[in-house]
């Protein structure tokens, strides 16, 4: 049996399961460290483990998202700011999706990460999360808005679903009648 990479799925359910995990995962944190640290540090850790997955869809190795994700981690002690640590996550989550694994000419990676990453979050923004449910739900929301990337540009690397017989014949005969 093939197995089939679903990125559309499977950008829904991580949107899912992510904002699902925020509430407690920002409760266990609050412990630990201060509400926006533990902010920074939930959200580099879901674009953290979203990035790994992209890096297997576009087929590439993990590695290579090594450094962004340094990067970024330097900026969650770094950025004082909420709003300024969102603007460059989603920066290097752009880079990690359309310069790293799914590499697209410049203007449409412009276009495309313009459109989903800055798009997704002014309706993130526009509901104006304040408490950790709305911006579990945010999160959630987020990445419905992601998922539509693959359908803008489907990935011609990932295997494609293997068709059944009985269709490619009824395919044929329908062909043959008309």
């Given at each position: 049996m093939k197995t089939t990479q679903r990125p559309i799925r499977n950008t829904i359910v991580f949107g899912l399961v992510f904002g699902l995990a925020f509430i407690p995962l920002n409760s266990l944190l609050g412990y630990v460290t201060d509400a926006a640290t533990a902010f920074k540090i939930i959200l580099w850790t879901y674009l953290a483990t979203y990035g790994f997955f992209l890096t297997r869809w576009g087929r590439n190795r993990p590695i290579s998202i090594f450094f962004p994700l340094l990067l970024l981690l330097i900026?969650?002690?770094?950025?004082?700011?909420?709003?300024?640590?969102?603007?460059?996550?989603?920066?290097?989550?752009?880079?990690?999706?359309?310069?790293?694994?799914?590499?697209?000419?410049?203007?449409?990676?412009?276009?495309?990460?313009?459109?989903?990453?800055?798009?997704?979050?002014?309706?993130?923004?526009?509901?104006?999360?304040?408490?950790?449910?709305?911006?579990?739900?945010?999160?959630?929301?987020?990445?419905?808005?992601?998922?539509?990337?693959?359908?803008?540009?489907?990935?011609?690397?990932?295997?494609?679903?293997?068709?059944?017989?009985?269709e490619e014949a009824m395919v044929r005969a329908e062909k043959i009648i008309s």
């Amino acid at each position: 049996m093939k197995t089939t990479q679903r990125p559309i799925r499977n950008t829904i359910v991580f949107g899912l399961v992510f904002g699902l995990a925020f509430i407690p995962l920002n409760s266990l944190l609050g412990y630990v460290t201060d509400a926006a640290t533990a902010f920074k540090i939930i959200l580099w850790t879901y674009l953290a483990t979203y990035g790994f997955f992209l890096t297997r869809w576009g087929r590439n190795r993990p590695i290579s998202i090594f450094f962004p994700l340094l990067l970024l981690l330097i900026f969650v002690f770094i950025v004082n700011s909420n709003s300024a640590y969102l603007l460059l996550a989603l920066i290097i989550f752009s880079w990690i999706r359309s310069g790293v694994c799914f590499q697209q000419s410049l203007s449409k990676m412009l276009g495309a990460e313009l459109l989903l990453s800055l798009g997704g979050a002014i309706l993130v923004a526009w509901f104006a999360p304040c408490s950790t449910f709305t911006w579990a739900l945010g999160i959630l929301m987020f990445f419905l808005v992601q998922s539509i990337y693959f359908v803008i540009f489907e990935n011609k690397n990932h295997e494609q679903v293997p068709t059944d017989p009985f269709e490619e014949a009824m395919v044929r005969a329908e062909k043959i009648i008309s």
